[in-house]
């Protein structure tokens, strides 16, 4: 999802009405310009993601980044021949998080914690990986695996 408009949506859900609630951010800063050569283009920067942006803008919610990186239709069960894939979230609030890893095991995701809310620097580009292949086969039924 393009993160352009859901810092006005945090506005206008109202930011008290917010504080203590888990936020499940899905959201890419994907900048207005087509991709070039398969690759989107970020409105932010490698020093500070979007879901860092949202967590200053509401500084008592509990934001987890998570299923930024992979479409839709493989969101819930996501059944691929070389086996489970790897969700990759990040967030300051560890119980927060816990309600997201939750869902994840009940959607059928390997969870793969990368700590706190500047991870999302790095959990946010993955979305560029992951679309690199549909922009240019129209390959969207892929996901990332952290191999151990």
């Not at 999802?1 to 609630?21: F, T």
């Not at 967590?55 to 980044?65: I, L, Y």
Request: aromatic share 8%; net charge neutral; charged share 20%.
């Amino acid at each position: 999802a393009k993160g352009n408009a859901a810092s006005e949506v945090l506005k206008l859900a109202g930011i008290d009405s917010l504080n203590g609630k888990t936020i499940i951010d899905t959201t890419n800063p994907i900048g207005e310009e087509s991709p070039q050569n398969g690759v989107l283009k970020f409105f932010t920067t490698y020093n500070e993601s979007l879901m860092e942006q949202f967590q200053k803008q509401v500084p008592k919610a509990n934001f987890v980044k998570c299923f930024n990186s992979v479409g839709n239709g493989l969101m819930v069960n996501p059944h691929l021949k070389d086996g489970k894939p790897s969700m990759f979230i990040c967030g300051n609030d560890e119980s927060a998080k816990k309600q997201v890893k939750e869902i994840l095991n009940l959607f059928g995701w390997e969870i793969e914690d990368m700590g706190k809310a500047e991870a999302a620097r790095a959990i946010e580009p993955l979305c560029i990986l992951w679309c690199i292949p549909g922009f240019l086969s129209q390959s969207w039924t892929h996901a990332f695996k952290l191999l151990k």
